[in-house]
């Protein structure tokens, strides 16, 4: 049997109060003695009252929820970044409500869209382009927004993100230094500021070291391809490419699949081919000899945009529309990236 959740009413029954005594009571009003409202505050604590946030939030303009929009939140660098949003958002009494894109426009906008319904109170979001003119209404509607993992070249809207660029010139550059010759890129067929700068940072380290880019090196892989079709793709690109002697993945995704292609293909790492992954992973540190990956700093990405966020949800709020962050990351040198005689 499915209990019924107390309401007000129920509460001013089981105390002997009024509704109206109840409600002050519960939302920190009026002047109620400390005896009543003792008495309240326990009645509702015994039998697991909560308040209808959607009826407080058409009552107050506050619904003290934050909305967390983001490429997909079953992957680890957005899982990890999740934890620590919820767990400073609950230090100031506020509850997330999850959701994943894909990467997919309209699902974006729909769930931008349920969310206002919701009265969301602000929103943390991974931005792609095609969703500027839902973000710029939220702001036009006085709802705080902060980016996170990405931006929207132009616009002045509160970012947060690892340092891209640099990131990726210092893992091509680490290869070059360490005598690779051929580097290769397999990055995602993706419009997305952070992985345009991931490959710019590929090419710029190319031209600082001497090195002629070379287009049959880049290659660039469906989002949509399932699996399968991922796997077969990679593994055709790095069996063709006989010269290639190291690639940079752009992505941990990639990089993982990347693991199956090379170990299918029989060839050794590091002696047949160098290999740098962005964004660390488990996997990487397990699999001989160990895979030189750019570690994403989630906590400091993850505190400064719930940080960013949080200051604007009270009457002091500042202008923040020109804070733009980025947080270099750290490289870590691992047995793929082994200095070549």
Do not use: W
């Not at 506020?94 to 906008?109: E, H």
């Not at 290769?184 to 345009?196: E, F, K, M, R």
């Not at 002629?212 to 880049?218: G, H, S």
């Amino acid at each position: 049997m499915i209990n019924k959740k107390i309401s007000i009413k129920d509460i001013a029954k089981l105390t002997n109060t009024s509704i109206t005594t109840v409600s002050f009571v519960l939302n920190g009003k009026g002047r109620i003695s400390k005896e009543i409202s003792k008495k309240i505050l326990d009645v509702a604590a015994k039998n697991g009252y909560e308040p209808n946030r959607m009826a407080v939030g058409l009552r107050t303009g506050v619904s003290k929820v934050i909305g967390l929009i983001v490429e997909t939140i079953g992957g680890p660098f957005f899982g990890a970044m999740a934890k620590v949003i919820e767990e400073e958002a609950e230090k100031e009494g506020y509850r997330i409500i999850y959701c994943s894109t894909n990467n997919n426009i309209q699902k974006g906008k729909d769930v931008i869209k349920m969310l206002s319904h919701q009265l969301v109170d602000g929103y943390i979001v991974t931005p792609m382009k095609g969703l500027e003119k839902d973000i710029q209404n939220l702001i036009a509607n006085e709802r705080p927004v902060v980016l996170i993992d990405g931006y929207f070249p132009g616009l002045d809207i509160p970012h947060v993100l690892v340092d891209n660029y640099n990131s990726a010139f210092n893992a091509v550059d680490h290869l070059l230094q360490s005598g690779y010759k051929k580097v290769g890129l397999i990055t995602a067929d993706l419009d997305l500021i952070q992985l345009q700068d991931r490959v710019q940072g590929y090419r710029d380290a190319l031209k600082a070291n001497g090195v002629k880019e070379e287009k049959k090196l880049v290659f660039k892989l469906p989002f949509q391809a399932g699996k399968e079709e991922a796997i077969n793709s990679i593994k055709a690109f790095i069996g063709k490419q006989k010269q290639m002697d190291a690639v940079f993945f752009t992505t941990n995704y990639l990089g993982t699949m990347g693991l199956e292609c090379i170990k299918e293909l029989q060839l050794s790492i590091p002696d047949d081919l160098g290999m740098v992954s962005f964004d660390d992973d488990e996997i990487f540190n397990l699999y001989p000899p160990g895979i030189t990956t750019v570690r994403q700093p989630t906590y400091e990405i993850a505190k400064s945009a719930i940080d960013l966020l949080l200051s604007q949800m009270n009457p002091d709020r500042y202008d923040i529309s020109k804070v733009k962050l980025q947080i270099p990351s750290q490289l870590i040198q691992r047995g793929s990236t082994i200095l070549k005689n």
